[in-house]
C-alpha cells in the first residue's frame, strides 16, 4: 500500500513538474480590480490599452498578451482569483460601461464567436446588474 502512495505522489509531482504553465501568472492576484473599475481614470487606461489607443503598463501589455488565449479555452489557464476578477470586470462593462464592451468586442470578437460561445455567461451577467 505505501508503494502505491508513493507512487502516486510521484506522479503528481512529476505531472507538475511536467506542464509548467498550465495557469497564467499569478502575479494579478493581488489587484484590486474594482479599484479600477472604480477609477475612470485607471478603467480608460487599461481600455485605450487593449484596444492600441494608447500605452500600456506592464500589467496592461501582459493582459492584452493573454485576453485572446483566455478568450479562446475559456478562462482555463486563469487561477480561482483571476476567473473571479474576470467575472468582476465583465459585468461592469456589460452592465455599467456598455460602450467600453462595445468597443472591446468589436476588436476581440468582431464575429461575435465569443459572444455566442459564452452566450448563457452573458446573460447570466446582465440579469446580476
Sequence with gaps: MKSIVLVGLTLLVAVSWAHPGTTYTDK????????????????????????D???????GKA????????LENNCSKCTPKQKTASDTVIRHLVNKQ???????A???????KYQ?????????????N
Excluded: F, M
Excluded at 63 to 70: Q, S
Excluded at 98 to 103: A, I, R, S, T, V
Excluded at 116 to 128: I, M, Q, R, T
Design 116 to 128: 455566442d460561445k459564452y452566450k448563457d455567461k452573458l446573460d447570466e451577467v446582465k440579469s446580476k
Design 98 to 104: 456598455p460602450d467600453y464592451w462595445k468597443e472591446l
Design 53 to 59: 489607443k494608447g500605452r500600456c503598463t506592464p500589467d
Design 106 to 112: 468589436a476588436k476581440y470578437d468582431p464575429d461575435n
Design 63 to 70: 493582459l492584452k498578451e493573454t485576453l485572446p488565449d483566455a
Design 28 to 51: 494579478w492576484d493581488h489587484i484590486n480590480v474594482n479599484e479600477i473599475l472604480e477609477s475612470q481614470r485607471l478603467l480608460r487606461g487599461y481600455v485605450d490599452c487593449l484596444l
